[in-house]
């Protein structure tokens, strides 16, 4: 099978595309013929080498995180999808024709490709971070990173739970977080006076997508580090703050991912599309940090 592989850390350019090994659906697991898949910030950290000591690979490794495509192979163990199914969720380097899913759902009928191809992780670690605040109906969250790939999910996914959303991003972005349902403000100093300005009432949970050291100044803006999580911040726990991974309780959490894209209350949001063949391109695009929704690769 065609497949991007890298055969040491680097920048994008480590990426080529070549000819690769069938991988095969272990027990629990599916295997697809890949239409399309994404690039998160994990993939392009894990390709740099940065996470090298929590995330090792073994080299040739293939990149990509989540995938859509058909089901081709059924692992044991594994009920409820058949061959031919249409499916997205997270994948074991989905940069490739094919690729087994550890965790998956079937797409909705009003998705695309491309937003299905979009959705997995960013799904997955949204819901994760959302579940670790609690009940949130009728309370007010703010987000941290909203205009991003889990961050724009996880405003729309907020919502759709009855929350309030406010959500941090560049101002270039504030009108794309207005159309998601939330009220956007510019992140960086001076966030706590903003949040009170649009918030008065203050502020009940966040969520922290950016890790961009203000994890702080969350706990002190809604006065409980159990009620603020991040997705991004490694150093979270010394302040009280849980750490959240898309891989926590994945499987229903893609489920209810689509059960809410069906019922029209999560649409994945695409930036920009890349061919398969010019995912080192797609790489760069993401790791220099202003994408709008997600970046999405075509098979």
């Excluded at 080299?59 to 859509?68: K, L, Q, R, V």
């Excluded at 109906?137 to 703010?142: D, S």
């Excluded at 019922?263 to 995912?279: F, K, M």
Aim: aromatic share 4%.
């Amino acid at each position: 099978m065609r497949a991007i592989r890298f055969h040491q850390y680097g920048d994008p350019q480590v990426l080529t595309l070549e000819d690769a090994p069938e991988p095969h659906a272990g027990p629990g697991q599916v295997r697809i013929r890949v239409q399309a898949t994404s690039v998160n910030p994990v993939d392009w950290k894990i390709r740099a080498g940065y996470l090298h000591e929590m995330m090792p690979v073994s080299f040739p490794a293939i990149p990509g995180s989540d995938a859509t495509g058909i089901v081709d192979e059924v692992g044991d163990g594994v009920s409820g999808v058949e061959i031919g199914d249409a499916v997205f969720g997270l994948a074991q380097g989905g940069a490739a024709e094919l690729a087994v899913l550890t965790a998956w759902a079937r797409v909705p009928s009003g998705w695309t490709t491309e937003q299905a191809g979009a959705a997995g992780l960013a799904a997955a670690t949204a819901l994760a971070g959302l579940d670790a605040l609690g009940d949130i109906a009728g309370r007010t969250v703010l987000i941290e990173g909203a205009a991003g790939g889990v961050g724009s999910a996880a405003v729309e996914l907020a919502t759709a739970r009855g929350a309030t959303v406010i959500g941090t991003a560049s101002e270039r972005n504030h009108e794309f977080l207005r159309t998601l349902g939330a009220t956007p403000l510019t992140y960086g100093e001076g966030l706590a006076e903003r949040v009170a300005a649009v918030a008065p009432g203050g502020v009940d949970a966040a969520l922290d997508l950016a890790g961009s050291g203000s994890l702080a100044d969350l706990v002190d803006i809604v006065g409980d580090p159990a009620r603020v999580a991040s997705a991004a911040d490694f150093g979270a726990p010394s302040l009280g703050v849980a750490v959240v991974a898309g891989t926590a309780n994945a499987s229903a959490n893609l489920a209810a991912a689509a059960e809410l894209g069906a019922a029209g209350q999560y649409t994945p949001r695409v930036q920009a599309t890349y061919p398969l063949e010019r995912l080192a391109e797609a790489h760069a695009d993401v790791q220099g940090g202003h994408t709008r929704g997600k970046v999405v690769v075509t098979v």
